[in-house]
């Protein structure tokens, strides 16, 4: 029972879905072919990683960790200049997302080697959080420190212990969003001036679109179009995965995306927090429109999916 739920084809059923009922309830949104599409690169990178991580343990990881800081290496030094706009990915919070990428692929790649890897793993994802924070990009570098900690403590307690761990960093970030854009709760002044305005106002045109659009949702790529605050270019975006999810595919898309991500939960198991760091810039930025992003860290997921049987036993 338990090599079933972990299995990536479990996972890649709601992916499928997900992409399925953009393309279904809204075939001429502008974005319901990205959305399919982004599902697609999804479910690949996880099937490539696991299938990679068969032949190799340590290919997907280290291919993650290569292509980010690669292409990081290649275009510097406009890609440390702290720009907004900076190179490879033309945005530095996706510039940061997939260098957590590749702290996350150093860190699995490790996870089967001696120890002297494991820590020389942890150290390239410190190295990686301080580029992150050259680039200006901090959620990104809270992510790779997150990272950096969980390879080094990854081996110790039991299981259901990190996973419980896990699922709560990847749960705690959209929870506080959505209860900040409802309204359940005040932001503190100081979530407020880190956060900026800007973002919470965008948190709760999301909300309001998924209360007056509950089943369907505005559609794909239509929230800039109903949103007050994305009227401005640079605003396009709901800077929350759950919330934009929500926004734009309704309840039934932010149920098949909780699906993908309890899969993943379960599949990882003391691995979990892996997934939460791989989201944490997603929960405050639209990094997940990033080809690279979403393809590099689906490939991260899927090594370790199958990284030796790391996942939950479950019983049954």
Known sequence: MSQILRSP???????????GWALFVHPAAPGST?????CAVVAGGLLAGVALGRVQPVVPGLLALAVAVGA???SAPESLSGNPLAPPLGYMNANGAMLVAGAGGA???????PRSWQLGASVIALLLAWVCLAEGAQTAAVACLLVAVWGLLRDLGPTEVWLGAGALVVALPPFLSVAWASGAW???GAVVSVLSEERLDLWSEAWGLLGDHPVRGVGPGR????SPTAADPDL?????????????LGWVGVVLLLLVLAWAVVALGRDAILLGALLLPASVDYVLHFGA???LSSLVLGAAVDSGGRGLRLRG
């Open 34 to 38: 990205s959305w399919a599409v982004s």
């Open 186 to 188: 005040a932001p503190p």
């Open 236 to 248: 396009a975006w709901a800077h929350s995965a759950l919330l934009q999810t929500g926004a734009e």
């Open 72 to 74: 990081v290496v290649l």
């Open 293 to 295: 992003v979403l393809l």
């Open 107 to 113: 860190v699995v790649a490790a996870e089967t080697r």
């Open 223 to 226: 929230f800039s179009q109903e």
């Open 9 to 19: 084809l479990v996972g890649v059923v709601p992916l499928a879905l997900l992409g």
